[in-house]
């Protein structure tokens, strides 16, 4: 099972956003959720709620499986 690098704005994720500079791969809880409930319509195992989202995919799955290669 491949770890997934998709953060959310919660309290928890709140102080490594503003210590690591992580805001731009970061949304808000409710534009998350208003993203899965789209995607739910459309079908897919992964909801990527947003065009960071979907780069920060594409370049975690192209590091894993060049490191699994």
């Keep these: 099972m491949r770890r997934r690098l998709f953060f959310v704005t919660t309290r928890v994720v ?3 956003v503003e210590e690591r500079r992580l805001s731009p791969f970061t949304v808000t809880s409710d534009a998350y ?6 995607w739910i319509r459309r079908g897919g195992a992964l ?3 947003s ?6 995919w594409c370049v975690a799955a192209a590091l894993l499986e060049f490191v699994l290669d």
Excluded: E, F, K
């Design 51 to 56: 065009g960071q989202h979907q780069l920060l």
């Design 14 to 16: 709140q102080n490594l």
């Design 33 to 38: 959720a208003r993203a899965a409930v789209r």
């Design 47 to 49: 909801c990527t709620p």
